[in-house]
């Protein structure tokens, strides 16, 4: 069985930074687009971020650019997602995502490019 668990989320103040992992287990995902995901309450799940199968491409989306960073071990099947300067609007769950195909290319930012999910972890960012 494949999962992805997140861990790290939490309760933090606005202008403060939380670091996010996902390890994935049941199967590797090293030839594997990564993804970081959000969803916050009556909203739709957005893209965050994504990290190459390769390793070395990273890709953001405009409203976390300069913030958060995502980089990933692939030794130990883990993804993770370092969010500096959180703001209220960050406030979500947050999910792990690992691309349905493995060495694909182009552009991997809709949920629908993903088939393996974790549960979430939710960050609150507080005035």
């Known amino acids: 069985q494949v999962t992805l668990v997140e861990s790290g989320g939490g309760l933090v103040q606005a202008g403060g930074s939380l670091r996010l992992s996902c390890t994935a287990s049941?199967?590797?995902?090293?030839?594997?687009?990564m993804a970081w995901f959000r969803e916050a309450p009556g909203k739709e799940r957005e893209f965050v971020a994504v990290?190459?199968?390769?390793?070395?491409?990273?890709y953001y989306a405009d409203f976390v650019k300069g913030r958060f960073t995502i980089s990933r071990d692939t030794a130990k099947n883990t993804v993770h997602l370092e969010m500096n300067d959180l703001k209220r609007d960050d406030t979500a769950v947050y999910y792990c995502?690992?691309?349905?195909?493995?060495?694909?290319?182009?552009?991997?930012?809709?949920?629908?490019?993903?088939?393996?999910w974790g549960q979430g972890t939710q960050v609150t960012v507080s005035s």
């Open positions: 049941g199967r590797t995902f090293s030839t594997h687009n």
């Open positions: 990290i190459r199968w390769s390793g070395g491409d990273t």
């Open positions: 995502a690992a691309d349905l195909r493995p060495m694909r290319m182009g552009a991997v930012t809709t949920a629908n490019d993903y088939g393996y």
